[in-house]
């Protein structure tokens, strides 16, 4: 069962501005991670955040969690070419569960 | 020096044949998967193995058979290939099960005709 749903589907933006990407989750969960994947490559883990962390940072990313929506978002600011790529959420797909559900994916397109 | 390696990384086939898509990962993680990408990026879990002990059996036709050597290697075989296992497949390993990031590798695309 799906588990992480993000949101838009799409985007595009221009090069040097900020992207937000959301996902909407079911279930509670102890960790919620955020991917990349660049076409027609597999995905790459970009950041891991606990329930107990609320906001987390790497380099131009910033990851939060709000625990009482069920929701997170992903910020990436000054946004480069080199960022287009899908973005992914991942969650386990209960509390303590095992396995990794992922969304559908964010589109990302940043233009020059 | 790659961390997580698939073979082949394209794979075009005739429904009935069977086919076998390796996966080799050397960060001594103990766990690894197969997941599945449809045309629409849907990714969906299929196997995992922990210590070469399969832990997770998603609902996959038993068309498809996993097979753990040792904990660095896990394959995956298809029999009486259908269109609708058209498709990217990923292979991922992780330190350990659970709360842990997990390492993709670069895909293999299966086309069955």
């Known amino acids: 069962s799906q588990q992480g749903e993000e949101d838009p589907q799409a985007l595009s933006i221009q090069e040097g501005e900020n992207a937000t990407m ?6 509670s969960i102890n960790n919620l991670q955020w991917y990349r994947q660049n076409s027609g490559r597999g995905l790459v883990h970009l950041i891991l955040i606990r329930s107990n962390e609320r906001e987390k940072h790497s380099g131009r990313l910033r990851v939060t969690l709000d625990t009482s929506k069920k929701s997170s978002s992903l910020l ?5 070419a080199a960022d287009t790529a899908s973005y992914f959420c991942a969650t386990p797909s209960f509390q303590g569960a095992q396995k990794l559900v992922f969304g559908q994916g964010t589109r990302l397109t940043i233009n020059p | 020096d790659t961390a997580v390696s698939q073979t082949p990384k394209y794979l075009v086939t005739q429904m009935g044949n069977d086919k076998s898509i390796k996966c080799e990962q050397n960060l001594g993680h103990d766990t690894m998967y197969w997941y599945k990408q449809d045309s629409k990026k849907f990714l969906k879990i299929m196997f995992s193995y922990n210590n070469k002990e399969l832990i997770i059996n998603e609902t996959v036709p038993n068309r498809f058979s996993p097979k753990s050597p040792d904990k660095a290697h896990l394959n995956l075989h298809i029999n009486s290939l259908e269109l609708g296992d058209s498709a990217v497949y990923f292979c991922a390993s992780s330190a350990g099960l659970g709360v842990y990031e997990q390492y993709f590798g670069p895909g293999t695309r299966l086309t069955v005709t």
């Open chain 1, 22 to 27: 959301n996902c909407s989750y079911k279930t």
């Open chain 1, 76 to 80: 990436i600011t000054a946004s480069r």
